[in-house]
């Protein structure tokens, strides 16, 4: 099989100028045997500090809206 994590409505929120979080939506996508199915949705609440000049992610949450 094949996946696909499909990331959307980002949204940022600058807490300042060295700190950041982002809400998004993920929809995995299951490719078998020619047919494409939804395997789960959720949402990532991510928390990113800038480390120099990147921008690292210090946390990662992902919750989904049901078990599978």
């Not at 120099?52 to 992902?62: A, C, P, Y």
């Amino acid at each position: 099989d094949q996946r696909r994590h499909v990331v959307t409505n980002v949204t940022l929120e600058l807490d300042d100028e060295t700190e950041a979080r982002t809400t998004s939506v993920l929809t995995l996508l299951v490719v078998e045997d020619d047919t494409v199915r939804v395997q789960a949705t959720g949402v990532y609440r991510d928390h990113f500090v800038l480390d120099g000049d990147r921008w690292r992610i210090r946390e990662r949450v992902l919750r989904l809206d049901a078990h599978y």
